[in-house]
């Protein structure tokens, strides 16, 4: 007879175990244990069904071919035994067992098991605020979630809604609730959304691209209290206004769910997850763990991290099922890899920022750059900004974030890998990318984010970052700011600012000498192309004191003068 695997958790990680093991594994009995009602479902869609791109909850729980992932698929199919709406209470580690009771009847039932799989996920963090138990107030991780909220939105009452946090969860909800109509405001504690995730200057593309739909964002504001009238909501009450409001959905973040596993005497890390091994074993070594509850090894800093994702909880699951089934595998870590889309914008990072390089003890050195995703003779072609952090002393690429209306995600992957890879700047500017018109420039912009980090830490280019622009500029800093765009440009693009002169790339020979070679000299263009020009023909005509502002005028995250 084969190995009893007990599985408590059937979304992600439990699913992918279960599944995978009766792929590899001819004589396990697996059996899982699901609190809630459904299974195997993609969480990461809730949004999209709440905003109606997602027509039927159904959908987020069938396979390719449109069979729903419930207990009859799974025991027909999968002869897996499921227990729906059975929670589990407690793990008896001597005696291998797991006592759960049935949600539905109230009764109390025994399990045993041979190997233990703990993939009891996360639940959402709820703000103990006055009014936070009003009927519209929605947190958004579980199906059951995603059916009140979308019933709430479908009845018609719903017309304004808040979002408290601006974390990934908040942000991924914005467009689905503009979808449908609705007016969102998104309050936040710090001042530009994603703060988690992204640098400032990213958070304040991502900013802008919020306002620029009409969405209210209100940063550096406490949530005080959400008031209500009558049992409904009318608003959200925080330290510096009152914001009108039907429906309010808390995204403030979420907590692994471990409570069984620490009353079980397993160990649990910093941040509040289950420990494991690279081989996802717990410290009982007939206890595995995986998904949302655990922590794992980030592979650039070396320590334990918490990252709550989808594909991360999949891939564990099956290292766990390989490792249960006799086959040797590990999981290496994460690399802190996140996407999402604002409307037509995608925004997304991986590895680490400068600022948490250098805090990590590596000599970072970053440089962001614009450019279009296909070339700009195609139709649909648009722009992707990419900030690109390599380690000085080793070269090696440490983290990447990109924005843009362009095809961002694909690059997002390719400097996923470079970072997964060890990749030096050297090698990823060499990588034989794809090319072809419809679906690259001849570089790619990965390629030019290479080879522009690579001519500044070779000092063949000095450069300032939008942010670093404005914040020496704030301390002080004085430089002249040579635009080459040419006027009409200035009209329709705007402005930086600041002291600025304009010179048209093709007068700069000729005008050179109306500049100040004592004085520092800023170049810039849309995207700073012909700002890496201007600064080269100045360079070559004996200024020294020239910088480009990487990204130029698409690049520049706050405001602009029109």
């Not at 697996?30 to 479902?41: A, N, P």
């Not at 691209?209 to 209290?225: C, D, I, N, P």
């Not at 648009?382 to 080793?394: G, N, S, Y």
Request: hydrophobic content about 40%.
């Amino acid at each position: 007879m084969g190995k009893k695997v007990l599985i408590i958790g059937g979304v992600a990680c439990g699913g992918k175990t279960a599944a995978r093991l009766m792929r590899i594994d001819s004589e396990a009995e697996v059996t899982i244990l699901e609190k809630g009602k459904y299974l195997s479902y993609a969480g990461c869609g809730l949004p999209f069904y709440v905003g109606g791109v997602v027509k039927e909850y159904s959908d987020l729980m069938t396979t390719p071919i449109g069979i729903v992932r419930d207990e009859n698929f799974f025991r027909k199919v999968k002869h897996i035994n499921v227990h729906t709406s059975h929670m589990a209470t407690k793990i008896d580690r001597k005696n291998h067992n797991v006592i759960a009771v049935d949600l539905t009847s109230g009764q109390e039932k025994n399990f045993s098991y041979d190997k233990l799989v703990i993939a009891t996920g996360a639940s959402p963090i709820r703000l103990p605020l006055p009014g936070s138990d009003l009927p519209e107030v929605f947190t958004l991780w579980t199906m059951s979630d995603a059916l009140a909220m979308r019933a709430a939105i479908d009845s018609g009452k719903v017309k304004r809604a808040v979002i408290i946090g601006g974390g990934l969860i908040g942000m991924e909800v914005v467009e689905a609730l503009c979808n449908r109509g609705l007016e969102v405001s998104v309050v936040d504690i710090l001042d530009r959304p994603l703060p988690a995730m992204i640098d400032p200057a990213f958070g304040r593309y991502l900013l802008k691209a919020l306002q620029s739909k009409g969405v209210h964002f209100y940063g550096e504001e406490r949530v005080l209290e959400i008031v209500g009238h009558n049992g409904e909501v009318k608003s959200v009450k925080t330290d510096k206004r009152e914001i009108p409001a039907d429906m309010v959905l808390m995204a403030v973040g979420v907590r692994p769910n471990t409570a069984i596993a620490k009353d079980a005497g397993l160990e649990i890390g910093k941040s509040g997850g289950i420990l494991v091994d690279e081989h996802m074993r717990t410290n009982d070594p007939d206890i595995y763990a995986g998904g949302d509850c655990v922590e794992v090894n980030h592979i650039l800093t070396g320590r334990k991290t918490w990252q709550p994702m989808g594909s991360v909880a999949n891939r564990q699951g099956r290292v766990i099922a390989d490792n249960i089934a006799g086959i040797p595998s590990t999981f290496p870590g994460v690399a802190g890899t996140a996407i999402m889309r604002a409307f037509e914008y995608t925004i997304g990072k991986t590895g680490l920022t400068k600022e948490e390089a250098i805090k990590e003890g590596y000599d970072a050195e970053a440089v962001t750059i614009v450019n279009s995703d296909i070339p700009h003779f195609m139709p649909n072609s648009a722009l992707i900004t990419i900030r690109l952090v390599a380690d000085k002393k080793t070269r090696r690429v440490l983290g990447a974030q990109v924005f843009g209306k362009g095809r961002a995600d694909k690059r997002l992957d390719i400097l996923v890998t470079a970072v997964t890879g060890g990749l030096t700047i050297d090698m990823l500017g060499n990588t034989d990318v794809a090319y072809a018109p419809p679906y690259s420039t001849a570089l790619d912009p990965v390629t030019h984010a290479a080879n522009a980090l690579k001519n500044k830490m070779d000092n063949l280019m000095r450069s300032v970052s939008p942010l670093e622009l404005k914040e020496k500029i704030e301390e002080g800093w004085n430089p002249l700011c040579v635009d080459v765009r040419t006027p009409e440009e200035i009209i329709t693009q705007g402005q930086l600012p600041y002291d600025c002169v304009n010179i048209p790339l093709g007068l700069l020979w000729e005008k050179a000498s109306e500049l100040p070679k004592d004085r520092d000299i800023v170049t810039y263009c849309k995207i700073s192309v012909r700002g890496w020009d201007a600064y080269s023909i100045l360079r070559r005509l004996g200024f020294e004191k020239v910088f480009v502002l990487e990204g130029g005028i698409e690049g520049w995250p706050f405001e602009l003068v029109k």
